[in-house]
């Protein structure tokens, strides 16, 4: 575990080419990357963090106080857009603009806050709780998902096929993740439609999504990390060492993957230790390797042996996909998994070597 332990994390952006995170909680905002975390408070007297964001070396916060600060540096200057502000809900920096959705209200500022415009809000009657997007495709939260081409001037509602809740928003360059209370739902054409991709996920309250390429990992309010390596088709989970099921947000640093829980502080994980695995017994499109579980049933110790290929990796994941053990194994043809804490019950073990994923119904007594 890294990072402030003592108040809630609420969320996370990325500087220096991922080698710097920015985290904002309920007691200021930190930085850390190094393995450990320094708060850089000054002039902020607004300590309650709601949104962060960050482009090049300015970074930009809205606080639940309805103030917006931006930082160049170590200190911090108000740059709020009005101030009648009761709370900021999002804050979002896309290709050199900065915006800002608040109750009732979307602002955008062109020159790093100095100066404010309020184009229409997308539903006056609703908060802005999301941004995001790529220029000239502006996504906002507002009682449903809704797109703006010209940086708020019309805004138009994509939210046919989503359904009522939506929590968070992550855009890529072709594609826009909607995270849910009913899970994730992709769309490839700017929100004319929208496909749920959920297989596997049970925990369906998704509060964040991060991205890199083919790879998705999300946050969910109740059932931890789920990870896809195939944009969504798939999904497992990935709660190994986590101290909670309740995560915040979570983002992509460099080469590794942070989380952000409610009251266990932030954790880390290199995303070097995601592996994809099909939610099926075995993987057909890979070659046929022996593999054998002894003993099985077992009261916790067995031994996995591979006949023809090492074993890089095994985890462990009851009938729900919740994963219960991930062991690395230094390329081995066979090794010894000690289970003392799991629950009896039936598992599944899948076993992943040089060439292959092979997945073993485990009893445990």
């Not at 997007?133 to 046919?160: C, K, M, Q, R």
């Not at 053990?325 to 804490?341: E, G």
Request: charged share 10%; net charge negative; proline share 5%.
């Amino acid at each position: 575990m890294s990072g402030p332990s003592t108040t809630p994390v609420t969320c996370f952006c990325i500087a220096d080419g991922g080698s710097t995170i920015i985290a904002g909680t309920h007691s200021g905002v930190f930085v850390g990357g190094s393995g450990s975390w320094i708060p850089v408070n000054r002039n902020l007297t607004s300590p309650l963090v709601a949104a962060i964001a960050t482009n090049g070396t300015d970074i930009f916060i809205g606080t639940v106080d309805g103030a917006v600060y931006s930082s160049a540096s170590s200190n911090w200057n108000t740059i709020t857009p009005n101030s009648g502000i009761s709370e900021i809900s999002s804050v979002a920096a896309i290709q050199g603009n900065l915006y800002v959705g608040t109750d009732g209200a979307f602002w955008k500022s062109s020159d790093k806050g100095a100066h404010w415009t309020q184009p229409v809000a997308p539903d006056p009657t609703g908060t802005v709780t999301g941004i995001a997007g790529i220029e000239p495709n502006v996504f906002a939260i507002d009682n449903g998902v809704y797109l703006t081409h010209d940086d708020g001037t019309t805004w138009a509602n994509v939210s046919t096929g989503l359904p009522t809740n939506v929590l968070t928003l992550t855009a890529t360059s072709t594609q826009i993740f909607a995270g849910t209370n009913d899970g994730v739902y992709l769309s490839t054409n700017n929100g004319t439609s929208w496909t749920p991709i959920n297989n596997g996920m049970t925990g369906l309250s998704v509060t964040s999504v991060a991205t890199e390429g083919v790879n998705l990992y999300a946050a969910t309010q109740a059932n931890g990390v789920y990870f896809s390596g195939d944009n969504g088709a798939d999904w497992q989970t990935a709660n190994t060492a986590l101290p909670t099921m309740k995560i915040n947000t979570l983002a992509i640093a460099g080469l590794t993957l942070i989380v952000a829980t409610d009251a266990d502080g932030v954790w880390q994980r290199p995303l070097s230790q995601f592996v994809a695995v099909k939610n099926s017994v075995s993987d057909p499109t890979q070659p046929s390797v022996e593999v054998s579980l002894s003993p099985n049933p077992t009261h916790g110790m067995i031994t996995v042996r591979s006949g023809k290929e090492n074993i890089s990796r095994i985890l462990v994941r009851n009938l729900l996909g919740r994963e219960v053990a991930d062991v690395f194994v230094s390329n081995l043809p066979d090794c010894t998994l000690d289970l003392p804490k799991v629950p009896a019950g039936l598992y599944l073990a899948t076993v992943i070597t040089s060439n292959s994923v092979v997945s073993k119904k485990l009893i445990l007594q």
